[in-house]
């Protein structure tokens, strides 16, 4: 594995993506930010990864787009010449209860949470097997695994997640390249800021941990899943939840 290693982490502007985007920096690497829409907050990342001896480069586009993803990764490719790290990070909710659901934040879910995914991974994989080393994370949530009222697009999207994670694996490990899901609980972040407080109570009642985790702990799992030490394991997802669920 090359020392100078280059990181790109989806969705690194704020939250979860922010925490393992700061986690993996070190002397020496690039960290490439991926944002949708907010610079600032993608410039406070950037100087968090700079804090801690990384390069960052800020990388501005949406996830679900085909064409604007494959642009981007040919730039990445063009100016560092490798990836050795991609964290599939990037998501959003939109809830609804299945008989209310629109059609529309279907898709929106869908294609950020796994055709985003798909994409990205699509872009980095030759160039991986190119270089004969990879390592590729895909965030996905306990919700996945175990169903949540109100979220059956998103659940869906993390179902498929698990699924293209081990298909991954299987395709990848002749090639030295590593495929894991890491599954987080609920974790303080924008996206469960945003829950009514009655459903946040709710929530907390079902964590034996007796609180919600922080980005930081779901990035240590990351962290610990691209390290050599972590060589055999692929196709594996890490559940990360304060003992939530225990598959
Ligand atoms: N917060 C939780 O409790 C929790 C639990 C389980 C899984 N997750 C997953 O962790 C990941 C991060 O969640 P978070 O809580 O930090 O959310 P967040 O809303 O705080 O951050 C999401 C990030 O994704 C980016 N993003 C959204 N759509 C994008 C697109 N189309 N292209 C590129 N970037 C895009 C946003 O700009 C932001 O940086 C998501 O995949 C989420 O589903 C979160």
């Known amino acids: 594995m090359t020392e100078k290693r280059v990181i790109v982490v989806t969705g690194a502007s704020r939250g979860i993506g922010r925490g393992i985007a700061v986690a993996l920096a070190e002397p020496g690497c690039t960290v490439v930010v991926n944002y949708s829409t907010s610079p600032d907050a993608a410039q406070e990342t950037a100087a968090a990864v700079e804090a801690k001896g990384g390069a960052p480069q800020l990388c501005r586009f949406d996830v679900s787009d085909p064409e604007a993803t494959k642009e981007a990764f040919k730039e990445i490719a063009k100016t560092h010449n490798r990836v050795d790290v991609l964290v599939n990070n990037a998501g959003v909710a939109r809830d609804n209860l299945l008989a209310l659901m629109k059609a529309g934040e279907w898709d929106t879910v869908l294609n950020t949470n796994l055709k985003g995914a798909f994409l990205c991974?699509?872009?980095?994989?030759?160039?991986?097997?190119?270089?004969?080393?990879?390592?590729?994370?895909?965030?996905?949530?306990?919700?996945?695994?175990?169903?949540?009222?109100?979220?059956?697009?998103?659940?869906?999207?993390?179902?498929?997640?698990?699924?293209?994670?081990?298909?991954?694996?299987?395709?990848?490990?002749?090639?030295?390249?590593?495929?894991?899901?890491?599954?987080?609980?609920?974790?303080?972040?924008?996206?469960?800021?945003?829950?009514?407080?009655?459903?946040?109570?709710?929530?907390?009642?079902?964590?034996?941990?007796?609180?919600?985790?922080?980005?930081?702990?779901?990035?240590?799992?990351?962290?610990?899943?691209?390290?050599?030490?972590?060589?055999?394991?692929?196709?594996?997802?890490?559940?990360?939840?304060?003992?939530?669920?225990?598959?």
């Open 121 to 247: 991974s699509q872009a980095v994989v030759k160039m991986m097997m190119r270089q004969k080393y990879g390592r590729i994370i895909n965030i996905t949530s306990v919700v996945g695994v175990i169903g949540n009222a109100g979220q059956c697009n998103y659940a869906a999207a993390k179902a498929g997640i698990i699924g293209l994670t081990r298909s991954m694996a299987r395709e990848l490990i002749s090639r030295n390249i590593t495929v894991n899901a890491v599954a987080p609980g609920f974790i303080e972040t924008d996206m469960t800021h945003k829950l009514p407080e009655k459903v946040k109570e709710e929530l907390l009642s079902q964590i034996p941990a007796g609180r919600y985790g922080t980005p930081e702990e779901v990035a240590a799992a990351v962290k610990f899943l691209v390290s050599d030490q972590a060589g055999y394991i692929t196709g594996q997802v890490i559940h990360v939840n304060g003992g939530m669920f225990m598959g």
